[in-house]
């Protein structure tokens, strides 16, 4: 019977979670999709991105990903740069605008997380800081990997 109500509670949390990351104000302020986020997330993370392999971490075909590298590129955000390598090799790069678009929505989603935790004594903090990490191990692909 426990596992069902913590299940249910964390569904509940991860809603909460989502309305204070991403709440309906700061949208109309954002210049990209979320999808679009997600891409600049994901090459900013991982410097040797190609369209192909872009295309394998949103799961989409990889005209599908060409097209949205096509539209961060048209609105300065992304770069298709020659791989020093191999020259045959595309990588994209985030510009420095995107970084910075990156940086503010992270320094605003950690404010917006801040303020909500600042509610809470702070032993809870402290216990869910616990719990979030043992969670976040137990959910890696490979369980015994130590979270970041």
């Known amino acids: 019977m426990e596992q069902p109500d913590l299940a249910a509670a964390i569904d509940v949390a991860a809603e909460a979670l989502v309305r204070v990351l991403d709440p309906e104000g700061s949208r109309h302020q954002m210049t990209v999709s979320p999808t679009q986020l997600r891409v600049l997330s994901l090459i900013s993370a991982r410097p040797l991105t190609n369209v192909n392999r872009l295309a394998e971490l949103l799961d989409v075909v990889p005209s599908s990903a060409s097209r949205l590298c096509d539209r961060l590129e048209a ?12 020259k045959r090799e595309v990588r994209l790069v985030p510009t420095a605008a995107a970084e910075a678009l990156l940086r503010e929505l992270t320094e605003r989603r950690q404010r917006a997380v ?35």
């Open 75 to 86: 609105i300065g955000l992304l770069r298709r740069v020659a791989d020093s390598r191999d």
């Open 114 to 148: 801040q303020a909500v935790l600042e509610r809470m004594p702070s032993r809870t903090q402290h216990e869910l800081l616990l719990a979030l990490l043992a969670f976040s191990q137990a959910a890696a692909p490979d369980p015994g990997a130590r979270p970041a």
